[in-house]
Each structure stands twice: as structure tokens, then as C-alpha cells.
């Protein structure tokens, strides 16, 4: 796939950029917007000078979850401004070596792809991070098991599954297995759910069915 290049904040690297000719670009002003399906064959990267915009511009961006880089001249600005990245966003220190530039879009590029193949969107906006079998939401997140990864993969593929569907999927197991194991994971499942995201109806059941 190939790769195009969002700059905001910085109309003289856009021209640099386009004058090159490496990558397709574009430069985004400060109302900055585009359509997440604009240009659907190209791995879409956004390339911020958050310093030379407004901080709601910035967040705006932020909320965006696309790859970003944020090129900064202060360290700082992420800690007083509590701007979490991503590990799919990275900061550059200004100034910086552009070969290693070049390189460092190619990885972001594959880090997302990746990312993009293991993370599945859940019910009220939680991220489901199958490889680090995480769920997270906002700044907060909670680690998983395999099987409670498992069990809440399957529910997310059904509309509502039984126990005994649950035991065969996660399980991999016969309906005659005891439900016991199903039972624990189940509870540690909605206890974590409660305890960080105060969340009591994340997985519900109803006619002996369950679901997200």
C-alpha cells in the first residue's frame, strides 16, 4: 500500500515534501479535516507541528487515531498539555535528520498496519487489543487471559452465544465439560469491567444466552 503524507502546522515542509517527491502529500490548514475514506488505497500519516497551532486544533488531530508524528521543539509540550501518545503516534525533536525520517514512515506504516489487524472495535467505543489481549478506553485499559480474550472475541462475533457455545469455542471442549471454568472467567471478566471502567453491563445475558 502505498503511503500519503497529511502535514499540519507547516507549509514550508509541505513544499519541501512535494518538491521531493517521495511521498504523496498534502497540507491540511487549521481548520483541518479530510475523510477518514479519502484516498482508500494509501496508508494515511499525519505529520504535525503542534507548536505552531491552537491546542484544540492539536487535540482534534489527536482524536483522529490515525499514525501521527508530532514534530516538537519542546519536550514538554505533551507533558503540560496531557497528550498521551499512542504506540502508533511518535514525537521528533526539531531539528532532525532526514534520512532517518524517511525510515521512520516506513515503520510507522507497518506498526499500523499491524496495529489495524489486531485491534477490534468494541460495543461504546472500547479497543480490543488482541495481541497484547488488552481493552482499553479513553486512558484507561485492562489486561485480559487468553480465555477471557477468547470469550469476548466470540461474543463480539454473535449476536449471543450459550455457555455450551462458549465452552467449544474458548474452550475447545465438548458441551459435558464442567461450566465451572466458563463461570470464573465470566465473573473475573465483569469484575475487571466494573472496577476500571465502572462498567455493570459490559457482557449480558438473557434466556441463558449472553452477549456484548
Known amino acids: 500500500m502505498k503511503i500519503k503524507l497529511y502535514i499540519v502546522g507547516s507549509l514550508v515542509f509541505y513544499n519541501l515534501l512535494k518538491e521531493l517527491n517521495i511521498f504523496d502529500v498534502e497540507y491540511c490548514?487549521?481548520?483541518?479535516?479530510?475523510?477518514?475514506?479519502d484516498s482508500p488505497n494509501f496508508q494515511k500519516i499525519i505529520l504535525i507541528f503542534?507548536?505552531?497551532?491552537?491546542?484544540?486544533i492539536v487535540k482534534k488531530i489527536f482524536l483522529k487515531k490515525l499514525p501521527s508524528i508530532?514534530?516538537?521543539?519542546d519536550q514538554n509540550f505533551f507533558l503540560s498539555n496531557k497528550i498521551i501518545l499512542s504506540n502508533y503516534e511518535l514525537k521528533i525533536k526539531i531539528p532532525f535528520e532526514f534520512t532517518s525520517f524517511v525510515e521512520i514512515i516506513k515503520i510507522l506504516s507497518l506498526k499500523y498496519s499491524f496495529f489495524k489487524n489486531?485491534?477490534?472495535?468494541?460495543?461504546?467505543?472500547?479497543?480490543?487489543?488482541?495481541?497484547?489481549?488488552?481493552?482499553?478506553?479513553?486512558?484507561?485499559?485492562?489486561?485480559?487471559t487468553e480465555k477471557e480474550l477468547k470469550i469476548i472475541i466470540y461474543l463480539n462475533k454473535s449476536d449471543s452465544l450459550s455457555k455450551q457455545d462458549l465452552l467449544m469455542l474458548a474452550w475447545n471442549q465438548n458441551?459435558?465439560?464442567?461450566?465451572?471454568?466458563?463461570?470464573?472467567?465470566?465473573?473475573?471478566?465483569?469484575?475487571?469491567?466494573?472496577?476500571v471502567f465502572n462498567d455493570k453491563t459490559f457482557i449480558?445475558?438473557?434466556?441463558?444466552r449472553y452477549f456484548l
Not at 508530532?70 to 521543539?73: A, D, E, R
Open 70 to 73: 508530532y514534530f516538537i521543539k
Open 118 to 144: 489486531s485491534h477490534i472495535i468494541l460495543k461504546n467505543n472500547y479497543v480490543l487489543d488482541s495481541n497484547q489481549r488488552i481493552i482499553s478506553k479513553g486512558e484507561k485499559n485492562i489486561k485480559l
Open 29 to 37: 490548514n487549521d481548520e483541518w479535516g479530510f475523510s477518514d475514506e
Open 175 to 195: 458441551i459435558e465439560l464442567d461450566s465451572h471454568a466458563f463461570e470464573t472467567n465470566l465473573h473475573r471478566i465483569r469484575k475487571k469491567m466494573i472496577k
Open 204 to 208: 449480558l445475558e438473557k434466556n441463558s
Open 50 to 56: 503542534p507548536e505552531t497551532l491552537k491546542l484544540n
